[in-house]
């Protein structure tokens, strides 16, 4: 641990935004894997997960959690995926 008061703060509070990176990473993740499923199944609820995935994936985005393009190459790769498996 720093000595320094205000890097001791600066770590904890790093430690506070690596949880809740994850924590919405993981949900975007979670989201897309449900969405190729549903696809992979010929669930019935696949537009409905896919729209799904596409507000989480959009919500890590304006949080600053993923890139602008990255967010944008998962949701394309993400299309690609549903429309392949029609």
Excluded: C, W, Y
């Amino acid at each position: 641990m720093a000595n320094i008061k205000s890097k001791q703060k600066a770590i904890l509070s790093n430690e506070k935004a690596n949880a809740r990176n994850t924590a919405i990473k993981s949900s975007v993740k979670t989201a897309i894997k449900k969405a190729k499923l549903a696809s992979q199944a010929k669930d019935p609820k696949t537009v409905e997960l896919t729209q799904k995935a596409h507000h989480e994936i959009d919500k890590a985005v304006s949080k600053g959690v993923l890139h602008q393009n990255n967010g944008a190459r998962k949701a394309s790769r993400l299309d690609a995926f549903i429309a392949k498996n029609k």
